[in-house]
């Protein structure tokens, strides 16, 4: 049974503020460190929305995409250098659909500075941890049908984060843009050793050093504390060896 996040009724405007300015400025008040804005894409906005105007899913994501071009536009001027954007359903879904998706990520992400990096992050869900852990990194609610690295990259960010397991399908198709390898699996409630999570980004010899960023598999949301800062250190750990 289909259960809508929201459901959408009329065209969706452009011009709401989503709110992204507001959690920048308050994370920022609180670190020294840059903040990072995550969203979700427009295609996933899409799809768990229940659709009672538009009946055409591209039609949605241009209008959504539009509003997220606003309000990634807000962030820019109040100073964001960093946001992600989050698209998890893209291998349950067909490829002219993910063609249009991509089409709809480039729109809104369209005229931002040049020194604002833009990430996107391609996973395959990560809900909790459950009993039917299947040893494999991170729990695949989405994980039916083609991966789709070739469309993946044509969306004009400057890095990908995604599972470790999928990294080999992006050989080839980065250019100079790098890849976050998702080495730490959120799904595992065991903290990995630095050297487990430096040899899973070692399986990646064809990336440049330059090119490799060292992260999880997706969010510790669902984890308790110290499980998660185990796996941040292990990260850390996993950058010491790996000299960077």
Sequence with gaps: MFHPAATCRTRIQDNIDLGLVEEFKTVSALTRKPVKVTMTGPHMLAKVAYDEHYNDIGAMMADLAKLLRFNFGRLAAAGCKNIQIDEPLFTMSDDGEVRVAVDAINLAIADLPQD?????????????????????????????????????????????????DMAHHYEGLLGDRQLGVGAVDVQDPKVESGETVAERIRECAWLAPEQTIVTSSCGFNHLPQPTAYGKLRAMSEAKRILGG
């Design 116 to 164: 604002v990096h833009v990430s996107i992050h391609i996973c395959q869900g990560n809900y909790a941890v459950g009993k039917e852990y299947d040893a494999q990194i991170g729990h695949r609610y989405f994980d039916t049908g083609r991966y789709k690295a070739d469309l993946v990259s044509k969306i004009e960010s400057s890095l990908y984060l995604v599972e470790y």
